[in-house]
């Protein structure tokens, strides 16, 4: 299997899922305002999720390290892949008819070993090629932080059997799950692909900002998980340690910003350097919310609206940074097709974004002051999640029809 298939056939599969999400999200905004007899809003959320995060972010990422640090390695990690695609389309059908049950859980606790195998192989192999760069720390804390991340599914077992899945322990093992698959995972995996296309291509940049930007990031990704306990009215300590730990990440934005621009100046289009401006932008403010977020009267607000700032600030860094980033990431090394209807389709996707996270943290601080949401709100965020799956469509078709016409 050559590595241009191997890589081109998986990016097209997680994009497959990216889409499937989108018009999942967009049918649980619809339901808010008319709800579908039949359809379980809870069920249905579940999928969505899985979907968007094992199926469109896991896949991707895997294929674009492999691209990147394991380029003659494809055989050996499409077995991997493979079984991978099973467990997440397991998900994607029995999620949807009963949320968390035998069949769901099951496939979710295969996902689990899939994503052990990857790591393993990775490991193996990047041990092999005696990697030592910048880029290969990144992602060996990337496997790291995977593999600790499946810690939090793993507890949800006892946490439930002894009465508690509704209680803290549950949503803090369910935090910190998240928080180490995208602040973990999927952050380190982004940064050393980026770093790694640099090194593969001859650019030059700053290595030594390029290291203290994977320091500054990197290492106070484990002590950041306080963050996500902030909800909890904990003790002093832990916001000590959740602001210092955001504060030290936005130090590492300091050193990162110029490796980011190194990297922006490498698309020969404008219009997709605007697009990775989008991704700088909301990376950095998922830095400056990080550090608002540790300062108490602010958690306490954050909670307080979580229906729409958790929500809108998840999307942010999901769909803002790491979707356009990666999404940007094919286009340049050429495993998606960019012409003149895939930048109208990631307009419309972009104009989307841009529009429900305006209306959702706007109706956050509207409830702060008068109690009750924005006039026509659930309507207004139907007709903005509309936009999103309508340009991933056509995003998607233009790779399909391009797909199509290399098998000819």
Known sequence: MGKDYFVSRWARIALHFLVFSAIAGWVLRYYNFSPIKGLNYKFLLHTHSHVALLGWMHLALATAMVKEFLPSEGKKFNKILLFTLLTVVGMMLSFPFQGYALVSITFSTLFLFASYWFVYEFYRKLKAHEDNSVAANWIRWALFFLIISSFGPWALGPIMVFGQSHGTLYNLSIYYYLHFLYNGFFVAAVFG????????????????????????????????????????????????????????????????????????????SKFFQFIFSLVMVAYSLKMLMQVLSAIPLIADYVYETRLFTAIGYIHMVMLGFLTLLIITYFVKVKVFKANSLVRLGLIIFVTGLITSEVVLFFNGIIITRTGSIIANYTQLMYLASALMPIGLIIFWVVQIRRSAELST
């Open 193 to 268: 692909i980026l770093i790694k296309w640099l090194e593969n291509t001859g650019t030059d940049f700053d290595s030594r900002r390029a290291t203290n930007f994977y320091r500054f990031t990197v290492y106070p990704i484990i002590p950041a998980y306080a963050l996500s306990m902030l909800w909890t009215n904990p003790p002093g300590w832990i916001y000590m340690t959740a602001g210092l730990a955001a504060l030290l990440q936005l130090i590492g934005l300091f050193y990162g910003w110029p490796f980011l621009t190194v990297y922006l100046r490498t698309f020969k």
